[in-house]
């Protein structure tokens, strides 16, 4: 353990500031705020949005907190209570509607609602003008992913999918090292995770239970369709492991540990996907699966296979096979419980689930090493421009005021969202797909095209 604090320590400190300097600003996006301090809202006030406030009030940029939104009164109250000092003049909002259409000095919003939300929210945001930061994944499905890449793609506003790993100098090293053909011909990516405390493999419970003071049960639910309200079950944070409003530990983690193999390599659309797992066909994201994405070659590129494998029995995990996690218990003391390896013909890169961690280990050497010092990734320039002070949030707000850009707009992070939301079609239907990224279709099923674009109930359509 003290060698692999050495080694994480010795990888992001001596990368972190040796590159820092070389982020460069321009002016690409809106003006400054008349008033200097950007105003933002924060929609949904679950655990994910107490980590953006936290992170939102440490990076020393002139912000404040305008608006609270939820449709549970009982989580805006958690919030005031946890931020008092920083939301006293913020104004409360059951409905993200009315948010947008009243606070006319809005700059700026940050999304932390359940994965349903997402697509009818950052739409109304966009199509209003404010920059917007929105946590992984982007969307919920497909279309819904196209639809926001390409609003984001047309509109002047600063985006940021809430990928954090994204900004690490990590992240940018890995990149560049492959980009570089450090690792020679890359034909594999293999990323796996231990099992989750969400509902998983079963279908909803039978009865129903009183809904709590302050939710709106119906406005929690809407786009997706309706069902009883069980204590437990689905909110807060149990959401995840349904597929009507989340998509399990695929959906949480597509947008960090596919994101950076998926850059580096260019990796456009899967044309196949193979799943296998158990329980499939249920409500919920199976206790256990193993999901392949098969990309075709391109241009100069070979073809490129992604695994990944989640769940298992506790302490235990679904896992690659020995040959590809040779070296990680030598270098980390033992094998990881979760882990994103790049494997090339020459070597392999140990990014980790989040992206931000680059270990290099060539072919033949025992171990892995932080790349910062590992001789073959010296030689290798740097060519990407560094988050600066390495923050995600503070990259995004000084996009928000015109200073430079983002790393992980819409654009991106709404393509990483499609690919594993492409993946949940082929487990929801619980088959091998041959899958048309362009077209949006799993070919020769028609009965993907609900899971694809799902309809949304009632006055919640985009």
Same mark, same amino acid.
């Given at each position: ?30 003006? *400054? ?13 679950? #655990?994910?949005? $107490?980590?953006?406030?936290? *992170? ?9 907190? +305008? ?35 009243? *606070? ?13 939300? $997402?697509?009818?929210?950052? /739409? ?56 570089? #053909? ?14 989750? =405390? ?33 204590? @437990? ?7 995840? =492991? ?5 998509? @399990? ?18 990796? !456009? ?37 992604? $695994?990944?494998?989640? =769940? ?14 040779? %070296? ?17 013909? /020459? @070597?392999?890169?140990?990014? #980790? ?36 002070? #390495? ?10 005021? @015109? ?10 992070? =709404?393509? +990483? ?14 088959? !091998? ?11 020769? +099923? ?6 694809? /674009?799902?309809?949304?109930? %009632?006055?919640?359509?985009?």
């Amino acid at each position: 353990m003290h060698r692999r604090r050495f080694l994480i320590a010795s990888a992001q400190g001596t990368l972190g500031a040796t590159l820092a300097p070389l982020f460069c600003g321009s002016r690409l996006f809106g003006a *400054e705020s008349p008033n200097g301090r950007l105003a933002i809202a924060c929609i949904g006030l679950g #655990g994910r949005m $107490h980590a953006l406030m936290a *992170e939102l009030g440490n990076v020393g940029e002139r912000t404040d907190i +305008v608006a609270l939104c939820d449709v549970d009164a009982n989580q805006i109250a958690m919030g005031r209570k946890a931020f008092s000092q920083a939301v006293t003049r913020a104004k409360d909002y059951q409905d993200y509607r009315r948010l947008l259409e009243r *606070e006319k000095s809005l700059d700026a919003v940050i999304i932390a609602t359940p994965d349903h939300w $997402h697509a009818a929210i950052t /739409k109304a945001a966009i199509e209003a003008g404010k920059h917007i930061y929105c946590e992984k994944p982007l969307t919920h499905t497909v279309a819904e992913a196209r639809l926001i890449e390409n609003l984001a793609r047309q509109s002047r506003v600063a985006t940021q999918t809430g990928n954090q790993g994204s900004a690490s100098a990590n992240f940018r090293r890995s990149m560049e090292l492959i980009q570089a #053909g450090v690792l020679g011909t890359v034909s594999a990516v293999y990323m796996w995770h231990p099992p989750h =405390g969400w509902p998983c493999g079963i279908n909803r419970p039978p009865g129903e239970d009183p809904v709590p003071a302050g939710l709106d049960w119906d406005f929690w639910l809407g786009p997706a369709p309706t069902r009883p309200y069980k204590r @437990g079950y689905y909110h807060p944070v149990a959401w995840r =492991g349904w597929y009507d409003f989340g998509g @399990g530990s695929l959906a949480d983690f597509c947008c960090h540990a596919f994101s950076m193999p998926v850059r580096a390599l260019h990796l !456009d659309y899967p044309d196949r996907i193979e799943i296998s797992g158990t329980p499939l066909g249920k409500e919920s994201f199976p206790k256990e699966c193993r999901i392949r994405f098969f990309f075709p070659a391109r241009g100069s590129r070979g073809p490129v296979t992604i $695994h990944f494998d989640s =769940g298992g029995e506790k302490p235990c995990t679904v896992m690659p096979p020995p040959e590809v996690t040779v %070296g990680m218990a030598e270098t980390f003391g033992q094998l990881p419980t979760t882990g994103c390896l790049v494997v090339g013909e /020459k @070597g392999t890169i140990s990014a #980790g689930l989040w992206n931000d961690q680059c270990f290099l280990r060539m072919k033949g050497e025992k171990g892995f090493l932080p790349a910062a010092i590992h001789p073959a990734a010296k030689v290798v320039p740097i060519t990407l421009p560094r988050a600066p002070k #390495g923050d995600h949030m503070l990259e995004w707000l000084l996009a928000c005021r @015109g200073e430079g850009k983002t790393f992980s707009p819409f654009e991106i992070g =709404g393509h +990483v969202t499609e690919i594993g939301a492409a993946g949940l079609v082929a487990l929801r239907l619980g088959r !091998d797909i041959a899958w048309s990224g362009a077209a949006m279709e799993a070919r020769s +099923v028609p009965q993907a095209a609900a899971l694809v /674009k799902a309809q949304h109930r %009632g006055e919640w359509g985009i």
